[in-house]
């Protein structure tokens, strides 16, 4: 009995301070998903909540896909106003907010992140290409001469370029689950294989195939998936002279007495040739807002004009100080222009 | 087995047996020898791990506790504080007061020209600088117009350069901090200008993008919140539980039944319980998210099964004498189990709340489901303010790229680690003075 009570009661408390909160407007601003951009919009957030009469809006880590799952979930108090995404946002995603209700989406491109390849500053820089990159890390790869697909044999990085170091294959990048995961496999698998004819051809004949060999990575030891965290991916560098590792440009900026950059296609990996789009490997960083959400919570507007304004994402903004490449000066205008005055994604 | 005698067996065949005995005497003795030098390996490699961990941590983390200061000249312009001369409280906060910081960088390096010269002159103190002006004049109006000697928060990069983790020898492009800024930082260093004071802003603010500015306060008081309504939904409804399954409940299919749950629930992975959390607590109670509130009720839904499990062992190691004395003595049975049964089981039913809250405390899995892995500025007010908690504060501390995050990282595991053994001795300290031994 006193049990039952309990329960009861508490579950009557849950439904009475639920619909009082639901009541009650939410006063700050919230934010969800990628942890890549996290670094970023946590910065603007402070800088926002300091320099204005809101508050600080809190920034949830959750990934890209959780956090468009979240902030697709519908209008209202109790669903988050913008999302952070490594990536743009996917067309089945934009068709999952219509249906919930959310039709009316901003969207910021904030700036670009390169990922580098980067080894310990004690091992002697190798010149990598695309190519080298791809035949050492597919898990199919076409035979020389033949064509014919056969699991990748390469063990030293010699074996797929003969003028790379004769040292084994070894590899630490992010988990599938990552966003730098997903745009590594885009900028780097994707085109590294259409180097090669035999892939052309099979891409003709099965589309989806092509796309499995193009962007399958190794699974015999070659490719290690060591976490989503990149200082450790950086420690375990310098742990071991002999290992690549994968990771955003902020950590390599912060750690260059450690590590260093891996030039790719002969351009080093630094703040100028990401700027300009030289270096290959860098993905556009976005954030997205819902419309409807603007003037229900108090201070969306004045988020999006600190995160487009140019003391936060200019050339010496202070994201740029965090390790944002900010986006060329005519791009910036356009979509500052564009954000602050709300145009919506076209359906 | 059989025994023989010495008179029973002939002197030779006795000889014998002593010889086996002997020979195998050693094998033995060596046997036990191994076995005891095992165990002694383990626990001191487990030892070993500990120290080495302990080692780790506080040698990385200790730094954190104290921050390098810049002693800057400031002078309070009334020209740039309140230029009407109005004093409306209103114009003073909106002042500009990075350019007072920015004129008592000058004062000290007069010679220093240049625009990126100077914004590196500038980059030596955090830009918590401004906000610290700002809010000395708002405690105190009458320090307008004068000019005083102000200790103000050096940079993350200035502190770590202090603190000797900036390879001085390394070319100036692989540090984060430039030659001209290292000159000035020895210069101020010889006139006696940066001191380290002990790190207050690590235990009095929250979360912050600046490693200088950051603090833990707002995810201790997360923990707080949270660990506070886990106590208040785990204890009473555990400890009323334990007590009906083992005093009232009848033995029957339907009480197995319900004990085998308990036990599993308390082998369940704690992610399952933060997607419970947020499909019943956030979707549909509508509870807001990143609520300790709501982290509180998922974790004491993951404590319950720890404190009721406890709490039946408890109750269980009360002889069943008491039980049939206070009956004998004419007392009902909730007489018997309030007087007499819970009280001589309390110490143990505690102990094991301080382990499941312990344990709780570390807890950072189920919370992501439910929205407090998150950056919140500001410090929780409450139990429906957004919050996180230690563990998930460090867990974000350790992502981030700045250098100095790390030993910030290290110093929050400590604290985290403060509690953890504080917790636990309470709960040895619950057993050993109060247990009573039948």
Redesign the interface.
Known sequence: M??QK?VLA?AAT??V???A??QSA?D?I?V?GS?TV??F???V??QF??GSKF??P?????GTGGGFKLFCSGVGV?FPDVSNASRAIKKSEIETCAKNGVTDIVEIKIGFDGIVIATSKKAKPMALTIKDLWLALAKEIPEPGTGKLAPNPFKTWKDANPDLPASKIEVLGPPPTSGTRDAFVELVMDHGCKEFAAIKELEKVDEKKAKAVCQTVREDGAFIEAG????LIVQKLVANPNALGIF?Y??L?????KVQGETINGVVPNFDNIADGKYPVSRPLFVYIKKAHVDVIPGIKEFIAEYTSEKAVGDEGYLSK??LIPLPDAQRKQVSANANSLKTLAP | MNKPTPAAVPAAFSRDIKTIVNAGLQRRHAAERRFRSYGLIAISLGLLFVVLMFANIIGKGYPAFWQTYVQVPISFDPAVIDPQGTRDPVAIESADYAALVRAGMRRMFPTVEGRTELRALYALVSSDATYELQRRIHQNPALIGSSQEIWLLASATVDTLVKGNIDRALDETERPIKDNQIGWVDKLQAAGKIEKQFNTILFSSGDSREPEQAGIRGALMGSFYTLLITFLLSFPIGVATAVYLEEFAPKNRWTDLIEVNINNLAAVPSIVFGLLGLAVFINFFDLPRSAPLVGGLVLSLMTLPVIIIAGRAALTSVPPSIREAALGMGASKLQMVGHHVLPLAMPGMLTGAIIGMARALGESAPLLMIGMVAFIVDVPKGIMDPATVLPVQIYLWSDLPERAFVERTSAAIMVLLAFMVLMNGLAIILRKRFERRW
């Open positions: 006193l049990k309990l508490l849950f439904v301070t639920g619909a909160y639901a939410r700050y919230s969800v942890s996290y670094p919009t946590t910065a957030a402070e909540g300091k508050k600080t809190k920034v949830e880590s959750t109790q989503e965290n990149d200082n955003g902020s950590f900026e912060e750690n260059l007495d965090k390790g």
